[in-house]
């Protein structure tokens, strides 16, 4: 699966996936529960850089003394529109809010390991427009309203 980076506005963002052929219904939605679970973790708070206490202890994890009180500014994502498809294509808009990068970087590590092992993904854009495929008039926004 090639990774390109395009135009980035973490407040604007569409993620685009092209498949290798088009996709069935049940590969759409193998597809979607990944792209909504990364997206309810980020919603909760789970892609703050500034908390890594597990990653930042290293290999000796016995008896981590784990602190509930981080004193990190919560980074959370915000909204998730509806997937769209065309042809080859699938394309979801997202606000990522104040989740950090990290949160790409553990979508991009599932989307490999899904790309390998269940829905072979040709490529994904992180960003940006296709040019075959105008956002203008899309109904993807937003999926998930933010009640807070």
């Not at 699938?90 to 809010?97: A, H, K, M, T, Y």
């Not at 960003?127 to 937003?142: A, I, R």
Request: charged letters at 25%; one cysteine or more.
């Amino acid at each position: 699966m090639q990774v390109e980076f395009r135009e980035f506005n973490p407040f604007d963002l569409w993620i685009w996936i092209e498949f290798e052929t088009t996709p069935s219904e049940q590969e759409k939605l193998y597809l979607e529960q990944v792209f909504e679970s990364w997206f309810y973790l980020g919603k909760l708070g789970a892609f703050n850089a500034e908390n890594l206490q597990v990653q930042d202890a290293g290999l000796d994890l016995n008896y981590l003394d784990y602190s509930e009180d981080s004193h990190s500014l919560m980074a959370l994502m915000h909204n998730m529109g509806n997937f769209e498809y065309e042809g080859y294509w699938g394309r979801c808009w997202f606000d990522l809010g104040t989740s950090d990068a990290i949160a790409l970087d553990v979508l991009l590590n599932a989307l490999v390991q899904f790309s390998k092992d269940f829905v072979h993904l040709e490529r994904l854009f992180i960003g940006g427009e296709n040019e075959d495929w105008p956002v203008e008039g899309s109904d993807s926004k937003p999926f998930y309203e933010d009640t807070n």
